[in-house]
C-alpha cells in the first residue's frame, strides 16, 4: 500500500491505496491468498512443504501465471526519468501517477520496452546531473548478480552479468559514485533448495567473508570488476558513495549490520552502526570506523548529491527497527581528525511515538548555490499512546530539527518502509 500525501496551497490531502500489482488483482478477484510471498521466511516464518506443493498445483491448476510476476511493490518509490514507479526487488517496477486530487493510480508493470527481465532492486540511483539511473537485480540461479542502467531518455541499456559473484547472496541496495558502482556481497545469502524442505530460502552464513565489489559504471561486462573482502561488513542500506584521489580511492557510507545472525528472526537484537568505509583501488587496502554510536538504518541525504561527496546523513533511530523512535543529523565531515561520533542534531519523538523513513526536501533545489542542509525532513508519525497519527515537517538546519508544521491525519500510517518526495512539477508530467 502507498501513502502519499499531496501539500498544495496550504492544504493537505492523504491518500492510501493499494499497488494494483499482478498478485493484488488475482487474490482480490478469488477472496483469498494464491501467489506466496517470495520472502514469506524473511523473518523466521518458514515456508512449507505443503505451502510449495500447493504453489506449484495452483499454478498447474491456472490459478495464476508466474510470468505476470508475484511481487508486492511494497518497498520503495523511484521517479525514473520521468515516470513515477512503485518497486519491490521480487518483481519488475510498478508505474503509478498521483493526479491533481491526490489520488493514487496504478498504471500496470512495466519493463522498459522488454528489455528488463524477472526483477529489479527497489533502490536504483539516479545520477542528480546526468539523469541517469543505475539499478541490479540478484537472483538465485547464475549470473547471481545483474547489473545495468537506464539513460535519461528511459531507455534501457545492455545487462551487465556478474558472474564473478560465485554464490546466490541477498543483495539489497548499492551505491554509485561518478566513476562505479559498489555492491556489498553480505553473510545473508539465497538457498531456494530450502524452500523444498520447508525451510527459509534466505538465511544467515556466519563463515561466509562479506566482500565489496567495485564496477566501472559504464562497464560493458565484468572484467573491470574489482572484489575487496572486508570481513564484519554487513551493509543491507547503503548511503552514498564517492570519488578520490583522482578516482583511485572510493569513500562508502552505509549501516553495518552489528550481530547478522539475528537479521533474519531478531530484529529487536539487531544494531546498525553507521560507517565510512575507504576503499583503496590500487593497494586492495579497505578501512573503516564507526561515524555514530546510536542504532541508525534509512538514511538519506540532499538527493542532489547522490554519487557526490556529501557532508550530512540524516537516520532514523531504530528502537528496534521498524519502530523509529526519532532522527538524526550527522555531520561525516568531522569524522576524519579525530573520528569522534559525527551526530549535530537529533529529535526524538517521545513516549510512544514512532515515525517512518526521514526523507529530505530541498528548500531551494532550483539554487546550485543553496547550503547542503538547506530544507526539511518530513516523515510520519504514530502515537501509540491515543492513536493519532501526524505528518511533520522538520528544519533540517536547526540544532534540535524543529518541527515548524504538522498535519494531523484522518488515518494510520501504518510503519513501513522507504519514502519519496516529489516536486509539483514533477507530478504535472507523470
Known sequence: MLHSIRISGGKAKLC?????????????????????????????????????????????????NPSEG?????????????KLYALGESDLPYSVKIDSAGEIHTLGRHDFNRKLFMSMTAHPKT??????????????????????????????????????????????????????????EIQIGMNPIELISGGSPVGAIPGKVPR??????????????????????NTIHAINAWDEDDGN?????????????????????????VEMVR???????VSRFPVATRNIDFCVINSAFVGNKNKYVYGAIGDPMPKISGVVKLDVSVSGGDRRDCTVASRLFGPGCFGGE???????????????DDGYLVTYLHNEN???????????????????????LPARVPYGFHSLFVRESDLARL
Not at 387 to 403: H, T
Open 127 to 184: 545520477d542528480p546531473q546526468t539523469g541517469e539511473t543505475f539499478a541490479f537485480r540478484y537472483g538465485p540461479m547464475p549470473p547471481f548478480l545483474t547489473f545495468f542502467r537506464i539513460n535519461s531518455s528511459g531507455e534501457k541499456q545492455p545487462d551487465v552479468p556478474v558472474f564473478s559473484m560465485t554464490s546466490p547472496s541477498f543483495l539489497h541496495d548499492f551505491a554509485i559514485t561518478k566513476k562505479y558502482a559498489i555492491f556489498n
Open 16 to 64: 492510501s491505496r493499494y499497488v494494483k500489482t499482478y498478485k493484488y488483482k488475482v487474490e482480490r478477484e478469488k477472496g483469498f491468498s494464491v501467489i506466496p510471498n517470495v520472502f514469506s521466511g524473511f523473518n523466521g516464518l518458514s515456508a512449507s512443504a505443503a505451502r510449495g506443493a500447493l504453489t506449484v498445483a495452483r499454478v498447474l491448476a491456472g490459478q495464476f
Open 386 to 408: 491515543n492513536g493519532e497519527s501526524r505528518f511533520i515537517v522538520m528544519d533540517a538546519k536547526s540544532p534540535e530539527l524543529d518541527i515548524v508544521a504538522a498535519v494531523k
Open 212 to 233: 565489496i565489489g567495485v564496477i566501472p559504471r559504464y562497464a560493458t561486462d565484468e572484467s573491470q570488476m574489482q572484489w575487496f573482502e572486508v570481513p564484519g561488513l
Open 358 to 372: 526521514p526523507f529530505f526536501v530541498a528548500r531551494d533545489p532550483d539554487n546550485p548555490n543553496a547550503e547542503e
Open 70 to 82: 508475484a511481487g508486492l511493490a511494497n518497498t520503495s518509490l523511484a521517479l525514473i526519468s520521468g
Open 249 to 273: 580511492t572510493i569513500v562508502l557510507l552505509a549501516p553495518n549490520i552489528l550481530s547478522i545472525e539475528h537479521t533474519l528472526e531478531r530484529m529487536d537484537l539487531i544494531h546498525a552502526s
Open 279 to 285: 576503499i583503496q583501488l590500487k593497494t586492495g587496502f
